[in-house]
């Protein structure tokens, strides 16, 4: 096996809580050490980050613009060589072989490579099982595609054409299909191949907002996915149900109010990817959140499948979700467009 360069790239803003956990995960790799090279890239942290992230030897970039995603674009341009992984603050790889895994897997067809999903702290919220496994009630909706280590890949396999499977990996071939999955190449360790990626999208070497449309742009001309198993990450998403609330409402007001420029980024410049009538499912999400019935409906398959109750949340999550948004775009409308603070 050949050891290429792994760039890792971390953006952080005063992320001290975390981050010690998660660089002490890439120090267990079995990867070799001098192939790996730990980039975080900070938004102005006023805590203990910055001397977390020298004690651990990372090289530093300082993030001008503070917003997490012109961070992991800082960390794209400043990597040379190699393969590029992500991870967020709050994601520890649990796999010690976990890079060395996910290298092995790389090929002239295969450019991108993901893990098989997230672990959810049992000391943490309850709400993080939900936010984990599919991130909010809008994409809930949208995609219904779980992230959840113990359910990701099944759901895969059963959506997209697998080519080849054994005990450590599942290829697939994303070719010719209809909808695409949801999958951000920026985060949850996974990796792409940072030489390919330059040389056949140079667009993305000017435009930040590309940056978590890796996959749809790769899709296009290399839309094989390789998934390594038994290779989860422990992801600490919010630590109580008021942060993953002004979480939602920061999405959301980035979507309406900047649609052309940071929503980008989100779900209005993944919607540009969508082939078929996906491309207007959005429109029923207001119909779905206000009947109901049907978010109760899928609130109690997920308490009764997942036996955690905390998934009925589901129900007054996606109710509030729908309300702001639109309350948010009757505010657009009037003329109404806040400034929004970076890292929500």
């Known amino acids: 096996m050949s050891y290429p360069l792994v760039n890792i790239i971390i953006a952080t803003f005063n992320s001290e809580n975390k981050l010690s956990l998660v660089l002490e995960s890439i120090k267990k790799q079995t990867y070799p050490k001098n192939k790996i090279k730990v980039k975080v890239i900070d938004g102005g942290s006023k805590d203990k980050t910055l001397k977390i992230a020298k004690i651990f030897g990372c090289e530093i970039i300082n993030n001008s613009k503070t917003e997490p995603v012109y961070a992991k674009f800082l960390g794209y341009i400043n990597s040379k060589e190699g393969i590029i992984l992500y991870l967020d603050h709050d994601e520890i790889m649990e796999n010690e072989n976990s890079l060395k895994l996910k290298v092995s897997l790389f090929s002239n067809e295969i450019r991108m490579v993901i893990g098989t999903g997230y672990k959810t702290p049992a000391d943490y919220h309850g709400i993080n099982n939900y936010i984990n496994e599919f991130g909010d009630p809008f994409s809930f909706f949208i995609y219904r595609l779980s992230k959840d280590f113990r359910y990701f890949i099944n759901t895969m396999k059963k959506r997209y054409k697998v080519i080849n499977e054994t005990k450590e990996k599942v290829i697939f071939d994303l070719s010719s299909i209809d909808e695409l999955p949801i999958i951000e190449l920026c985060a949850a360790g996974s990796a792409v191949d940072l030489k390919y990626m330059k040389k056949n999208f140079p667009q993305t070497l000017k435009n930040p907002s590309l940056i978590p449309h890796f996959f749809y742009l790769l899709q296009e001309k290399a839309p094989i996915l390789a998934i390594s198993k038994n290779d989860s990450l422990i992801h600490y998403s919010s630590e109580t149900l008021r942060k993953y609330l002004a979480k939602i409402r920061w999405r959301i007001k980035n979507n309406i109010y900047h649609a052309e420029d940071m929503g980008i980024s989100g779900f209005g410049g993944r919607n540009r990817y969508d082939r078929t009538v996906s491309k207007y499912k959005k429109y029923l999400f207001f119909p ?17 499948s997942r036996r955690k109750g905390s998934y009925l949340f589901h129900l007054p999550l996606t109710f509030y979700t729908a309300f702001l948004i639109l309350y948010h775009y009757v505010l657009k409308l009037l003329g109404n467009k806040p400034r929004l603070k970076s890292y929500g």
């Open 288 to 304: 779905y959140a206000f009947s109901i019935i049907f978010p109760l409906f899928d609130a109690a398959y997920l308490v009764i």
